[in-house]
Structures are given as C-alpha cells and as structure tokens.
C-alpha cells in the first residue's frame, strides 16, 4: 500500500489500526512534510507582492529547497514502512536451538539498523525544514507568519516523534558501540534544533501577541 496516495481519511483510520505498518516513523514523516509544505506556503504567498520584491529571489529559492523537502519526507513515510516489516518478521524468527537464536541475532541486528537509518534520515529533513522556517519567519509575508510558526512546530513534532523511533531500534541493538553512535548523533540533533525551533515559535508568537 502506498499510504501518501490514498487518502488522509485512509492513513489515519491505518494507522489507528493493528496494522504494524505505517507507525510512529512514517506518521513523523508525514507531519514533516506538512510542516515543511506550510514554510512552502509562506513562500507562494511572499512572492509576486511588491512589498517583499527584495526577498523575492530568495523565496523562490527557499521554495526549491522547501520542494525537496516535501518530496523527500513523502518518500520516507513509504520508506519507514519497507524497513520495518523485516524486522517485525525477524522478531517472530524462532529461538529454539543455538543455531536459530544465532541466526535470529544475525537477521535482527541488521533490520534493527535499516529500521533506525529512516528515522534518523527523517531528522535530519526535519532539521533542514527548521532552519528554512527560520527564513519564513524573517522574510515572508506578515499575513502568513503565523503558517510559519505552525510549520516549525510540526517540524519540531517529526523531529521528536522520529527521534523515538530511532532511540527503540538502537535500545534493542546488541552492537552497543554503534548503538551509542547512532543515539549521540540523534541527540545532537534534538539538541540543536528543538532549541533553534523553540526560538523561532516564540518570535512568531511575539509578532501576534503583544505584551
């Protein structure tokens, strides 16, 4: 099933299912790319005005870059969902004899890393759209600053909810030293950029609220 084709009505309704497939990684991705289409959204609505004709250039190229992004979460969504339905075939693997849990071991530490490399691969895209809603946020139209800072919050959302989907894999790994790589890496990037989308809401929020 390609769960960015069908409906929304069809994702969300799959996704409350007992269905091991799409969960939290792919719902992260596909709240990124909500994210990242509403900074796209501030783009569409900046250019053309003659107000904002000196940053009219720059929006046209953010919106490139915002493009990407979208494309690139939707792929991700179908993505989680292909790595990580050989891991839930690994985890039903039998036990049973020294071979079969040496086999077992095998299989699963090589679909626990393919399952963690999407979601880390989904914040890093997160990451990316954060740093252009910061661009939003300055240079777009005032009439949509507020789509801006509804942008970086989901963005910040996916990046978080991916981060979970990371730390699972990476806690049932037996390779410990990869492990802690990978966990150090998602971190920085939680570090980094839950602050730096923090800041960006809250300078929306003081456009719109006045003290």
């Known amino acids: ?31 990124g790319a909500i994210g990242a289409a509403l900074g796209n959204m501030v783009a569409s609505l900046t250019v053309g005005k003659k107000k904002y004709a000196d940053v009219e250039e720059q929006m046209y190229l953010l919106k490139d870059k915002t493009e990407n992004l979208q494309r690139e979460l939707l792929e991700l969504v179908g993505r989680d969902a292909e790595v990580f339905e050989p891991l839930s075939k690994a985890y039903g693997m039998p036990k049973n004899t020294e071979d079969e849990i040496a086999e077992k071991d095998k299989v699963m530490e090589h679909a626990l890393k393919e399952a963690c490399s999407v979601p880390l691969e989904i914040m890093k895209k997160c990451c990316e759209a954060i740093e252009l809603h910061r661009e939003y946020a300055e240079k777009g139209s005032a009439l949509a600053v507020s789509d801006a800072g509804v942008g970086v919050v989901f963005c910040k959302a996916a ?15 037996k390779e410990k030293e990869y492990a802690d790589k990978i966990n150090i890496e998602a971190k920085t990037l939680l570090t980094q950029y839950e602050k730096m989308a923090d800041e960006i809401y809250s300078d929306v929020l003081a456009k719109l609220v006045k003290e």
Not at 3 to 10: A, I, L, P, T, Y
Not at 12 to 31: C, D, E, H, Q
Not at 159 to 173: D, E, P, R
Request: proline share 4%; aromatic share 6%; net charge positive.
């Open 1 to 31: 099933m390609n769960f960015v084709k069908g409906s929304c009505e069809d994702f969300v309704t799959v996704l409350a299912s007992k269905a091991p497939i799409p969960g939290g990684g792919g719902a992260s991705a596909l709240v």
């Open 159 to 173: 990046l978080q909810g991916a981060s979970l989907n990371v730390f699972i894999n990476t806690k049932a790994m």
